[in-house]
């Protein structure tokens, strides 16, 4: 547990620095003070009103550095639920992400790169930018740390948490990490030698990253008050941090005891920041302020009376294991504090490592994700990820694994299906549709096989859907995966190419329109479900077996055998060779 040591020497007011008669905390100044500062917040919708749009986030990235592999992880893994709730037709389901650009980590690049800390933000945030639309990523805003509705809204929770009695002044004795931008009590760090170039250095136990000592006089919020209710919000919210072996961390952490947090630093040390209200001295803590992000697009500060109308609180926040002290403690503490709600669920992930250490851009080993997309394609590169990332424990990155993945899954397992039915000579698919679904109120598929076929596929999505409600792509990834092992195996043991050669035995023509339609099925099934994972492969997929582009008939709903009647005919010609194939071969393959 990382127990902060301070030592208070003065109890002195927050308003010290203020120009007599000049400055009062906001919510002060305002003749009516906001009604929602006294007010709880009602987290749950009232009955029988519309529930609020699904809300999931991304860390914001800090921009002193290019992205690498382990933030489009993270970034995909939030797509993917937020396109999730789209197919389950939750259209309004937002996903945010952004950039963290304040701190003395960017205040240190920026000087190193001989810019202006702004402008090294706005050079690098489009980075991210950039990321998130090669990537295929929905998000519907990226936020900057450094937009002036953001200032506010952070000034605005400071002046609340300090009207409400949560900060205090006092000295300050911590080792502080500029790379995690967090303070270490001296039990937490450790002498060590820099492997880059040997020289003796202290560094944080847990991170390994260099600290300094420090000596100062800052503001403090009172987290140490806050112990009893984050544990007994852990106790009655199970899934507030998910998977379990984090949560169970952090009770632990909690339960050992908290002190009180040191939230701004002297603007001589750190200037770039959102300045302390009131304080022209003291610049807001980059964890603050960043944590803010996430209801600065939700609205805040709440207007009055339309509290209901935000999407606050998230319903996910999708963090990196890194970071959980800060989100599933600190962020609960200062929303607690102001009496908001929490956020539903923590999911939190492992990292991706490069030759079994962290990959991490400080370290210097790391994967390009640009060039990873450029060189296996974009549907791939997360499909490899959301398939080996793991939730609890760490992957190592591979070239030969995505190689594997794409050669074993995607080109020889979906592609060729896809292949081996549609480019099939001895049949229609369409027609096959037809023949089976045309009367309309039963399906004509007999025989063993075919039901056991049938019986399968109605089964899948629900499996697939039961991943997702636990917040668990891979696995959910894994089920629809099986989809196209099951059937590919259906189809060699079924042998349609056989059976289609048997013009003049009616038995078999009735087994080949059977065999076809629910290898049809298989492929619309899998391609509905495939849709958060491969946008852009389960489109072609789609659309190559004709299935309408009209959302009804993409939906989850939509992936259930025998649903849609119309599909069959492609929508765009099947094309020829490699056009022809979802999934053709790679160029580079070591
Ligand atoms: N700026 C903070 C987050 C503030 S959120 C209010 C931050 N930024 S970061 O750029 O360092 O990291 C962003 C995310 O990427 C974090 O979730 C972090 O865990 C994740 N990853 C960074 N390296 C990673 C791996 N090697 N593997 C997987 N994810 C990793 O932290």
Known sequence: MLKFELRIISRASIFRNAKPGSWACGPCRRANPRPF???????????????????????????????????????????????WQVLLGNGDAKLLTGTDEHGMKIQQAALQNGLEPQALCDRNCETFKVLAKEANISNDHFIRTTDSAHKQAVQFFWENLNHRGYIYEGKHEGWYSVSDETFYPSSAVQP??????????????????????????NYHFKLSAFQDRLL???????????PQVYMDSIVQNVSSGLQDLSISRPVDRLSWGIPVPGDSTQTIYVWLDALVNYITYAGYPFTPGHEDKSIWPADVHVVGKDITRFHCIYWPAFLMALDLPLPRTILTHAHWTMNHSKMSKSTGNVVNPMFAM????????????????????????????????????????????CSRMMRGKGWNIRECVIAVTGSNDKLRVEGTEELDHRAFLEEAPVLVSKQMDELNPRRALEEIMRIIEQTNKYVQDAAPWRLAKMTDDPKSSERLTGVVYNTAESLRIAGILLQPFMPGKAKELLDKLGVEQDIKK????AATYGFDLDYGTPSEPLGEGKKGTLFPPLLTED
Do not use: C, W
Request: no cysteine; glycine share 8%; proline share 6%.
């Open 192 to 217: 060590t030698l820099d492997p880059a170039t040997g020289r003796k250095m202290m560094a944080s136990i847990e991170t390994g990253k260099e600290v300094e000592l420090s000596q100062e006089t």
């Open 232 to 242: 007994k919000h852990y106790k009655e919210n199970p899934n507030f941090i998910r």
């Open 374 to 417: 450029a060189r296996y394609g974009v549907d791939p590169m997360r499909f490899y990820l959301a398939m080996n990332g793991g939730l609890a424990s760490d992957t190592n990155y591979d070239n030969s694994f995505i190689v594997r993945d794409y050669k074993h899954s995607l080109q020889f397992g979906l592609g060729n299906l």
């Open 37 to 83: 500062l006294n007010r709880g917040y009602a987290t749950e919708a009232t009955p029988g009103a519309k529930p609020k749009p699904y809300y999931v986030t991304t860390p914001i990235f800090y921009v002193n550095a290019a992205p690498h592999i382990g933030h489009l992880y993270t970034i995909l893994i939030a797509d993917i639920l937020k396109r």
């Open 554 to 557: 993409r939906s989850f709903t």
